[in-house]
Each structure stands twice: as structure tokens, then as C-alpha cells.
């Protein structure tokens, strides 16, 4: 008898061990991706920044980290939104700040940026992906207040018709939206099937 005791909650324990736990659920890591036909990369020489992006919906934040981010001297103020990829629509979802620049290897950057009210169970409609658009940086004062507010996410200086022109971009949880390769440098758009005729590349 008492084996089988021992046995039930080892069992019992097993099972525990199998499922995602609460934080887990919550959750879902997935991959950022940069392209470089952006201000502050060599195309031929420097490969686009990467990192990794989580919606926390309990807390209502997008957390992250990343490697690889480079700007240029003035153009450093980071804004988030988020993109429809069919209807080409963006909304604005706040400043992330002066983001640390110059990250490779084990030097990482970080960022939180807090979701408005409306998106805190996570629906975030038709909108697919969420991105990071760099302003001119007086456009933020001490890197978190906001002096101006982009009225869109701007295209680079080097690609002024590219619109969005985002320096990160992320699916986001729950999109109905796949991941394709541009062709050319380290570029790649997100679309859903329907929408391919419509897609950006986000460079």
C-alpha cells in the first residue's frame, strides 16, 4: 500500500513537472528580426539587429532583449507600434527610449514597454506585428519623455519612401501571420497568405 502511495505522487509529481506552469501560459517568447536597408548599417558589410520579445498579459508590458543595434549620431529615439501587414495601418503604443546601442556577442540590450489598457487581455485585433521606428532624438527628453510624437513610423533617412522602416519588428501573440524572406540583405516581412500582394518589407 504505502508503494503505491509513493507511486501516485510520483506520478502525480511527473505530471505536474509536464505542464506549462501559470507564467509560462502567459507568456510567449518569440523572435525579433532587423533589417539593413535602415540609417547606421553598411547593407554590404553589417548584419541586421536580433533579439527576442515576450507579452506579458497579467502585466500588460512587452519585454525584451537584443543584440546588434545600431544608429546614427541624432536619430536615437525609439517608438513603438503596432502594423497591420493587409490593410497597411499602424497605432501608436508608446516610447521605448534610448535604446543601448552598439550591443553584439553577449552584450545585450533591454526594454519594457507598457501596452495601453485596451490591448491588456492581449487581443490585439488585425494588428500582426509589433515595431521599433528610431526618430530624431530630440523627439524624446532624457530618453523617456515624450517632446514630440511621431505621427507615423517613419521611413530611414536613407530610405525616405520606406514606410514603416522599423529597426525591430516582432509577430505578435496569437497572429494569424507567417514569417517570409524579402530575397535581399537580412530582410523579411510578415503577411498573412491573403495579404502576400500587400506586403512590406520591413528593411
Known sequence: MQ??????VLAGALILLGLPSQ????????????????????FA?????????????????FSGTYTGMKMPKGRRAI???LHDTVNQKSEYLGPVGWLKVQTG???KGRFDIPVPAKYKNGD????????FSSEKTNY?????????????????G??????????????????????HYCGHGQDFFFAHADGLNKQTCYD
Open 3 to 8: 508503494r503505491f502511495i509513493q507511486f501516485l
Open 140 to 156: 524624446l527628453k532624457g530618453g523617456t519623455e515624450v517632446v514630440e510624437q511621431p505621427s507615423e513610423p517613419s521611413g530611414s
Open 105 to 107: 556577442g553577449k552584450t
Open 45 to 61: 558589410n553589417d548584419r541586421g539587429p536580433k533579439g527576442s520579445i515576450a507579452f506579458d498579459s497579467e502585466k500588460s508590458v
Open 23 to 42: 507564467a509560462q501560459q502567459k507568456k510567449e517568447v518569440v523572435p525579433m528580426y532587423g533589417g539593413t536597408i535602415i540609417d547606421g548599417y553598411d
Open 79 to 81: 517608438f513603438a507600434w
Open 158 to 179: 536613407i530610405q525616405k519612401s520606406l514606410k514603416p522602416a522599423y529597426y525591430l519588428f516582432a509577430a505578435l501573440p496569437g497572429a494569424d501571420t507567417e514569417l
Open 124 to 131: 490585439f485585433g488585425s494588428y500582426e506585428i509589433i515595431g
